[in-house]
């Protein structure tokens, strides 16, 4: 399964982004989908993440601000974040997690990461 985040870049203190993260490939079915950020010298922390009906998680520091959904139809999730901060800015990372159909294993992949950077 491949993941292709994208919707990253600069945006200025108290603005959005809406990221968006496609998984494509054959013979898997998601579950769980995501969203990680990391800056450097720290560890992946989880943003968000939603379940395939919808439930919802989300770490302290964004609640009230981001928002994850997703379309399962077209196996995409999204992360609308707004009331950006600075110490929003971190490479933000998609998950996702599910099974192969074609074997029942379990299975996870995560995207390349997309770039997010809010400036002061």
């Known amino acids: 399964v491949q993941l292709q985040a994208s919707g990253g870049g600069l945006v200025q203190a108290g603005g959005s982004l809406r990221l968006s993260c496609t998984a494509s490939?054959?013979?898997?079915?998601?579950?769980?989908m995501a969203w990680y950020r990391q800056v450097p010298g720290k560890q992946r922390e989880l943003v968000a993440l939603i379940s395939t009906g919808g439930n919802t998680n989300y770490a302290d520091f964004v609640k009230g601000r981001f928002t994850i959904s997703r379309d399962n139809a077209k196996n995409t999730v999204y992360l609308q974040m707004n009331s950006l901060k600075p110490e929003d800015s971190a490479v933000y990372y998609c998950?996702?997690?599910?099974?192969?159909?074609?074997?029942?294993?379990?299975?996870?992949?995560w995207g390349k990461g997309t770039l997010v950077t809010v400036s002061s």
């Open positions: 998950k996702a997690e599910g099974i192969w159909t074609n074997t029942g294993w379990g299975m996870y992949s």
């Open positions: 490939g054959s013979n898997f079915r998601i579950n769980d």
